[in-house]
């Protein structure tokens, strides 16, 4: 009774959906402005392989961050 | 011809409502991009507008649950309906009036739940849907936001801390311009489907629509439309009051808390939950300020909302109840009705004259 009252599933996957989407989008955007950073700093000391690393994890991120949105959207429309 | 009559101002009632919605909304969806100069003024307005107008159109999960899940279409009249959104205008009226933080999602639907008992009785409340579609994702969801705002500062300071702040500001300000569009993509979708909702209520009351169908186009035009115009009407306002009204956050801030507020009122409007998108983005607000310093979080405001919360519901239902027995008394055609919608006119005249005399209102109302 009190289950199907409380639409505990949905619930649950609303949390859920919040806390993956609220902070791994977050958190993968942070990542995005640190590869910038690092880029900028390591350039500047002239460090070129790992400038480019951290380039390529910063793009990395967020190309993950335009898929998770992109995704979302995705999900919302297709009901 | 009656109900027709009765029919066109629920209809115009409703539509009105939601640009009040978008109106008292503005600032909850911009506040957070032009405080931390993500955005100007103008840009964040007419970029929230133009969002809250596709919002609109992604989803009709909340439609169906206002529609379907609160109370029983099938003993639901045009006139119980109208009733019930007098009920939410007045309350939100009222609160705007003395400056209370009140939603307008709960005050709709406490309108129509209180003006539904008052005509059929306690029968015509769906129990199940009003507390589990309802009540309980109204507590979570402001609390969820508030927990995945503080946890996504609390990591965005691990992950960027050594930087130079030039850059992390610039950054993040570039991804406030996202996370405010997601946030005004949101607000759009999970607000205007209410008065999508609400009208669709009336259109199967009377006979209109059968009792499974979903929203016509351009129902769902109607309410973007007017939810859009709201809120790039409300925007010109609080242009003139951001710089004294808005808690002073750092980009980093901005961009947890909009994210936070934008994946709670998505994902519980998947699933059809009808959210105070007002609560939901105070309570990302929050989550940002406390995330940083617990000393932030000006938790007056906290508490306003909490008490805000708790009255709307019970008083817009009380104000329903006492609309529809006022039609009654006039029978049950259009006369009492256009004579409410007079008065009610009148009085929301006089209030915004007032208002306007005393200055603008301390805080906005919204969804």
Same mark, same amino acid.
Request: glycine share 12%.
């Given at each position: ?25 977050? &958190?993968? &955007? ?8 690092? &880029? ?40 | ?51 809250? %107008?596709?919002?609109?159109? =992604? ?20 006139? *119980? ?62 609390? @969820? ?21 030039? =850059? ?14 997601? #946030? ?19 259109? =199967? ?21 007017? *939810? ?18 808005? *808690? ?6 901005? /961009? ?14 998947? /699933? ?33 909302? %909490?008490?805000?919360? #708790? #009255? ?22 259009? @006369? ?8 009610? @006119?009148? #009085? ?20």
């Amino acid at each position: 009774m009190i289950a199907t009252i409380v639409h505990t599933d949905e619930l649950l996957q609303t949390v859920a959906a919040s806390v993956i989407a609220g902070i791994g989008v977050t &958190f993968l &955007f942070s990542l995005g402005i640190w590869g910038a950073g690092q &880029f900028t700093e390591l350039s500047r000391s002239e460090r070129p392989v790992a400038a480019t690393a951290a380039a390529v994890v910063g793009a990395v991120a967020l190309l993950c961050v335009a898929a998770a949105v992109a995704t979302g959207i995705i999900v919302m429309t297709h009901k | 011809m009656d109900s027709d009559v009765i029919l066109v101002i629920v209809i115009a009632t409703a539509l009105a409502f939601d640009f009040t919605n978008g109106f008292h909304d503005t600032a909850n969806v911009v506040a957070t991009s032009i405080s931390t100069g993500a955005a100007r003024p103008q840009v964040a307005i007419g970029f929230a507008a133009l969002l809250n %107008f596709v919002g609109a159109f =992604i989803s009709i999960s909340v439609a169906a649950t206002v529609a379907k899940d609160v109370v029983d279409a099938e003993v639901i009249t045009p006139t *119980i309906v109208f009733a019930g959104l007098i009920g939410a205008i007045a309350w939100n009226l009222i609160t705007w009036y003395f400056g209370l933080p009140s939603s307008s999602s709960h005050a709709l639907i406490g309108g129509v739940v209180g003006s539904a008992v008052a005509a059929v009785g306690f029968d015509a409340v769906i129990a199940e849907g009003l507390v589990g579609k309802v009540l309980i994702p109204a507590v979570v969801a402001p609390v @969820l936001a508030f927990l995945v705002a503080g946890a996504a500062i609390g990591i965005s300071y691990r992950v960027v801390g050594r930087q130079r702040p030039g =850059i992390v500001s610039r950054g993040y300000r570039y991804g406030q311009i996202v996370s405010g569009g997601l #946030l005004a993509l949101a607000h759009g979708t999970n607000d205007a489907q209410k008065t999508m909702g609400i009208i669709t209520l009336a259109l =199967i009351a009377s006979g209109e629509l059968g009792a499974d169908a979903d929203p016509p186009f351009w129902l769902i035009a109607s309410a973007a439309t007017a *939810i859009a115009l709201g809120t790039y009407s409300g925007g010109w306002r609080i242009i003139k009051t951001t710089g004294t009204r808005i *808690i002073k956050m750092d980009a980093a801030q901005g /961009f947890s808390a909009q994210g936070a507020g934008a994946a709670v009122i998505l994902a519980s409007t998947h /699933f059809g939950f009808p959210l105070s998108t007002t609560h939901v983005i105070n309570g990302g607000i929050m989550g940002a300020g406390a995330g940083k310093r617990l000393s932030a979080v000006r938790w007056g405001v906290a508490g306003n909302i %909490f008490v805000a919360w #708790l #009255l709307t519901l019970p008083a817009a239902a009380t104000i329903g109840a006492l609309t529809y027995g006022f039609t009654r008394i006039f029978g049950t055609g259009a @006369l009492g009705p256009i004579l409410v919608t007079l008065m009610a @006119l009148s #009085l929301v005249v006089a209030a915004f004259a007032r208002r306007a005399q005393r200055g603008a209102p301390v805080t906005a109302a919204g969804g």
